[in-house]
């Protein structure tokens, strides 16, 4: 097995709504917001290669939306998936599989594309399946009010349309399966929305967890630190302290898909509860 960091884009979103009830004070000193209360955030997928597999973890927002639509999310950078698997010797076409962690714009928009014409859509991976769960795909196809704005169609049902689109099948009484029919097991959170999916690695002798959405960055380490975004914030803080406690007691490598700036942490226990413990690069931690 062989680990890739893929950068699908920056952009920014407001900090307020990035930490919920957290003060701007406390919250600007660990992720520094600019003059329109804006701060930086990644769209950082993981390419995994496997044997025969090239697996595709998230797809960022992709570029197919409106110029007025990308104007509210504020683009900076010149990262892209292509620029990305290019630089690791690989192309689009040779992803085998894509795996959405859920289906919100920012996390799944790359998965589609307009075709040649710009008459219709199609899968940006031609030759790749793409994985959800069945749970999260009925709860993201008929979105609720509070989360219609982030599963957009477009993104959604031409995977579907495509006959590619498998779903990874939860035991209902548990929420971690071991394996999958890809090369990790997953952790079902609920918190900030219906059956996301976190990933977790074993790759040479770690165990790397890749957070999408229950920690997007170190800053949102600390329990109270939940996004606005969030369907159900008081589960996601009892998702986050479950998992976080877990991740200090087996010394877990964090890798964060939204944090601009920092790609892996670890945590420790500390007398204030689970904290930021270290700091990485993908290239420093694995030698690569």
């Known amino acids: 097995m062989k680990l890739y960091p893929i950068e699908a884009g920056n952009f920014k979103l407001d900090g307020g709504a990035m930490f919920g009830v957290v003060p701007k004070s406390i919250w600007n000193r660990t992720n520094p917001a600019d003059g329109n209360n804006l701060i930086d955030m990644a769209a950082r997928c993981l390419l995994i290669e496997e044997g025969e597999k090239l697996i595709l973890i998230d797809t960022g927002m992709g570029d197919k939306q409106s110029e007025k639509f990308y104007g509210y999310y504020n683009l900076w950078g010149d990262e892209s998936i292509d620029k990305s698997l290019t630089k690791y ?5 040779d992803v ?35 994985w959800s769960n069945k749970d999260h795909w009925d709860w ?15 993104n959604i049902i031409p995977m579907q349309q495509s006959g590619k689109l498998h779903f990874v099948e939860k035991d209902p009484t548990n929420s971690y399966l071991d394996t999958t029919p890809l090369a990790f097991g997953v952790f ?67 890798f964060l898909e939204h944090d601009a700036h920092n790609q892996i942490i670890t945590v420790k226990h500390t007398e204030k509860g689970v904290r930021l413990d270290q700091t990485f690069s993908f290239n420093e931690l694995f030698n690569q």
């Open 140 to 154: 993201a196809t008929t979105p609720n009010p509070r989360e219609k704005a982030s599963f957009l169609k477009e």
């Open 96 to 130: 085998t599989d894509v795996f959405m962690t859920h289906l919100h714009f920012d996390h799944c928009g790359g998965s589609v594309q307009w075709n040649k014409e710009r008459t219709g859509y199609e899968p940006a991976f031609k030759n790749a399946r793409f």
């Open 89 to 93: 010797g690989f192309h689009r076409d």
């Open 188 to 254: 079902f959170a609920d918190g900030h929305t219906d059956k996301q999916m976190i990933p977790h690695i074993n790759y040479q002798g770690k165990t790397l967890v890749f957070m999408a959405d229950l920690l997007p960055t170190a800053g949102h380490v600390p329990l109270p630190y939940v996004m606005g975004y969030d369907t159900r914030p008081l589960l996601t803080m009892t998702e986050k302290e479950n998992f976080l406690n877990k991740a200090a007691d087996e010394n877990y490598y964090l």
